[in-house]
C-alpha cells in the first residue's frame, strides 16, 4: 500500500512540475492569477540561497517581473522596474561596504504564504562600523568580532504573480529584536530593584543602633 501511494504522489508531482514550467514557457498571461505553491516555493529557495551573498556578489534577479514595484519603507522610497531596483540595491550595498570593514547578510526567516500569494522573508544585517573598531582594536580579531557583531533586522515581502515573477516587493522597517528587548528590559528591573530595596542586615543594624542610643 505505502508503495502505490508514493507512486501516485511522484505522479502528482511529476504533473504539477510539468504544469508549472508550461505555464512559464507558454505565451499565455496568467499574471492575474494567484501563484502555485510550487512557484512560491521557487522563489522561497531562491531567497535563501540568495541572500546570504548580498554584499559578497551580484544576487539573482531573474524571478522578478521586468516591472517589478519596489517599496522601501526604510527610506520612504518607490522604486519601478527590475533595473531600477538593480542599481537601488548595488548602491546601497557598495556605500554599506565602505562604511562599514565588516559587513554580512543572513536570511534569519522565509517562509510562503498561499493565501496571499505572497514570499515573507525576515533578514539580518550583522556589522562592524570604523567608529567602533577604532575605539575597540579587539574587534581587529576575527573571532571576537562574529560574537560582538551589531546588528538590525529588516522585514520584506514579495507578492507573486501567477506566471511565478514577483511583481511587488515592500521592505518595511527594520527593528530590533524582541527577545533583545526584553532581555534588556528584564536586566534593568534587577537593577532597579537592587537599588531601591534595602538589605535586611542594614536595617537590623539601624535598629540596634537606636536601641543603644535608648
Request: charged share 30%; hydrophobic share 35%; glycine share 4%.
Amino acid at each position: 500500500m505505502s508503495t502505490i501511494s508514493r507512486t501516485v504522489h511522484l505522479l502528482v508531482m511529476g504533473r504539477c512540475a510539468r504544469f508549472t514550467s508550461l505555464r512559464r514557457l507558454s505565451d499565455i498571461d496568467y499574471s492575474k492569477e494567484k501563484p502555485t505553491p510550487w512557484q512560491l516555493e521557487h522563489i522561497q529557495t531562491r531567497l535563501i540561497d540568495t541572500t546570504p551573498h548580498f554584499f559578497r556578489q551580484r544576487i539573482d534577479y531573474t524571478f522578478y517581473h521586468r516591472d517589478v514595484v519596489l517599496e522601501n519603507q526604510i527610506i520612504g522610497r518607490t522604486i519601478r522596474g527590475r533595473d531600477m531596483m538593480m542599481h537601488h540595491f548595488g548602491f546601497f550595498s557598495v556605500m554599506l561596504k565602505m562604511a562599514c570593514p565588516h559587513i554580512e547578510m543572513e536570511c534569519v526567516d522565509c517562509h510562503p504564504q498561499i493565501e496571499d500569494g505572497t514570499v515573507r522573508l525576515r533578514w539580518r544585517i550583522k556589522y562592524v562600523s570604523w567608529l567602533r573598531l577604532a575605539f575597540n582594536p579587539l574587534l581587529f580579531r576575527f573571532n571576537y568580532r562574529l560574537k560582538n557583531l551589531s546588528w538590525y533586522d529588516g522585514y520584506s515581502v514579495l507578492d507573486v504573480d501567477g506566471n511565478g515573477d514577483v511583481y511587488k516587493m515592500t521592505v518595511q522597517k527594520s527593528r530590533r529584536d524582541e527577545s533583545y528587548l526584553l532581555k534588556g528590559a528584564e536586566n534593568l528591573k534587577k537593577t532597579l530593584e537592587k537599588a531601591v530595596v534595602p538589605k535586611p542586615a542594614s536595617t537590623v543594624n539601624s535598629t540596634k543602633d537606636e536601641s543603644q542610643k535608648r
